[in-house]
């Protein structure tokens, strides 16, 4: 029989002691659960370790490192336990709003914010930090169970304040793992972005050089092939820096300046039919279309919109891109408008219906046997996520209609001017 104890001024009754399985538990058929846990921390450190050292990662961990914040995770979790809690801050907690303000409280979401980190930086996959967890609160309620005969009156109020503490320090520590995660991302996007640039550069002017050098017919093709795979390389690197800042709710990064969109847009139908030769890209513009926006961020919009619509557009068919004013001036009749409207139309095979819900999700792609064939080396499928998210950012909508013998049509609304506080330092020079 193990000897009585007592842990951190907590006296319980000795009324009915008996063997548990585990020599090294703690046995009180009367003790609640909260001073259970204080008087058994080693063995349910054992466990937890036990369990840790199963996944990949732990297997050449040191116990300290296997351990790391448990102990002071399992300790706040008593002390948090036993402190008074009203209604409110117990539906507080419930809904994932954090415990009262308590020291315990706090020391609980210290521990196990560190705990997160210290996960995320040994290698654990956030579903490992999860099964953690999991593991800790099915040891704990087990060995507590078989050290008592009888559940007792307070045995429910025990196990939800437990179960929500754990729910709290859970709650920390995946937070904390997923933004040390979104941390390191950036980073590596970061290095990424100026590690393949600066090699990217080096190599288009050394191309010019040579081709300077050389200007006959086979330098001149051969420099043509080098320029257009450094434009894909640099879209690649582009589209997963965009991708990447937008994420957790972020938005993208926007400029002001005065924008003349008819020109933008001549610029872009240039770009996109020198990329597809054949292909056939009609401008149709009505009205003042001029505006303030971040003429970099408008250029990837019309860019991505009209390479969509050439890649699954049927082959032989033309691209119309459109551009119209709209909104209270537009109908007072001086041709200006409010808003701008955007549209992108092809012909082809429409869109299912059942993925026109998901059609700008950046994990979802749809695709037919001719954008297959007509897809641009160096697309990843984020076009329509970048747009969206563009459009959005700038106070604007985009919307798709795709039916059968109507062709595809993409339609972006924009605001003619980018609100001011998007950018309090608008370009003073006009942006093209």
């Known amino acids: 029989m193990a000897p009585f104890r007592l842990h951190h001024g907590f006296t319980e009754s000795r009324k009915t002691i008996r063997p548990h399985p585990n020599p090294w538990i703690f046995v009180d058929s009367q003790m609640r659960l909260a001073p259970f846990i204080l008087s058994n921390i080693e063995p349910i450190l054992q466990e937890w370790e036990n369990f840790a050292r199963a996944l990949l990662p732990g297997a050449t961990m040191t116990v300290l490192a296997l351990r790391d914040d448990a102990e002071s995770i399992l300790r706040a979790t008593a002390q948090d336990m036993q402190n008074p809690q009203t209604a409110e801050e117990q539906a507080r907690k ?58 007792t009156p307070h045995a429910v109020e025990d196990i939800t304040r437990f179960d929500e503490c754990l729910d709290q320090s859970l709650a920390r520590s995946v937070g904390t793992y997923s933004e040390r995660v979104d941390a390191s991302r950036k980073m ?29 017919a086979a330098t001149a093709s051969a420099m043509a092939l080098i320029n257009r795979n450094i434009d894909t390389m640099s879209r690649l690197v582009s589209d997963l820096i965009d991708f990447s800042s937008t994420g957790l709710g972020r938005t993208l990064p926007i400029h002001r ?20 030769p054949g292909h056939d890209v009609r401008l149709h513009v009505d009205g003042d279309v001029n505006g303030v926006w971040d003429a970099g961020r408008i250029r990837q919009v019309i860019s991505n919109l009209v390479g969509n619509a050439i890649q699954h557009g049927a082959p032989g068919t033309p691209v119309d891109l459109t551009v119209t004013a709209e909104g209270s001036d537009r109908d007072a009749g001086n041709g200006r408008g409010d808003t701008v409207v955007l549209s992108v139309h092809n012909e082809g095979e429409p869109i ?24 641009k080396s160096g697309s990843i499928g984020l076009g329509l996520y970048i747009v969206r998210e563009i459009v959005t950012t700038k106070g604007g909508s985009v919307d798709v209609e795709s039916r059968a013998g109507h062709g595809t049509t993409f339609t972006v609304r924009i605001p003619r001017f980018l609100p001011v506080q998007d950018n309090p330092e608008p370009a003073a020079q006009p942006l093209q």
């Not at 990217?200 to 006959?216: E, F, H, W, Y």
């Not at 005065?258 to 001549?266: G, T």
Request: overall charge neutral; hydrophobic content about 40%.
């Open 94 to 151: 419930s809904k994932g709003g954090g415990g009262a303000a308590t020291r315990a409280s706090a020391q609980l979401d210290d521990a196990s914010e560190l705990h997160g980190v210290d996960r995320m930086g040994a290698g654990f996959h956030i579903n490992d930090v999860i099964a953690e967890y999991r593991a800790l609160r099915a040891s704990v309620l087990r060995l507590w169970r078989e050290s008592r005969p009888q559940p």
């Open 188 to 216: 590596f996007l970061a290095i990424l972005s100026h590690d393949l640039r600066n090699p990217m550069s080096s190599i288009g002017m050394t191309a010019q050089s040579v081709a300077m050098r050389n200007p006959d």
């Open 257 to 276: 300046g005065m924008v003349d969109l008819a020109a933008l847009c001549h610029d872009v139908i240039e770009s996109c039919v020198a990329a597809h």
């Open 352 to 375: 299912p219906a059942s993925l026109l819900p998901n059609i700008f999700d950046p994990l979802k792609r749809y695709a037919t046997r001719e954008s297959i064939v007509q897809r």
